[in-house]
């Protein structure tokens, strides 16, 4: 298990996303560097969700344009694409089989549940290199 520190700064940016996208999924790309064991986030990038509108309430869609963007954005910040965070309105803040599809082993993906329009717990994941399953990340909030 690795860490992924979140600064409070970016916690409360995702909080936020998840509650103004309910009853839909926010998205966005997490830039950062690695540090000892584990990754510091240390921007984000709010990704319009390219799911179609029917379907955005359990699903979220980055796109290969956005993607090329983000890797952009992070070359000129000097930090790196390490992973997504997405929302999971009125369902556990845990990946669905849908995430285990369209997910790569390496990055981190830190889910947020939204219940009833409120953030409430947020986790991190990583996809095994097998793709079988992921395995909860410790997620840490520093000032
Ligand atoms: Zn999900």
Not at 59 to 80: N, Y
Not at 121 to 142: G, P, V, Y
Request: with cysteine; glycine share 6%; proline share 6%.
């Amino acid at each position: 298990m690795t860490v992924l520190n979140l600064t409070e700064k970016t916690e409360k940016q995702i909080r936020r996303a998840g509650a103004e996208a309910y009853p839909d999924e926010c998205c966005g790309i997490l830039l950062g560097t690695e540090d000892g064991d584990g990754h510091v986030v240390r921007s984000l990038r709010p990704v319009v969700n390219a799911r179609e509108s029917g379907e955005q309430y359990h699903r979220f869609l980055i796109t290969a344009e956005e993607m090329m963007q983000a890797e952009l954005e992070a070359r000129r910040l000097g930090l790196d694409i390490i992973g997504f965070y997405h929302s999971h309105p009125d369902h556990p803040a845990a990946p669905s089989a849908y995430d285990r599809d369209h997910a790569l082993p390496f990055y981190h993906y830190v889910i947020l549940r939204v219940a009833n329009g409120r953030p409430e717990d947020m986790t991190d994941w990583r996809l095994r290199l097998s793709r079988e399953a992921f395995d909860a990340e410790n997620l840490k909030i520093e000032p």
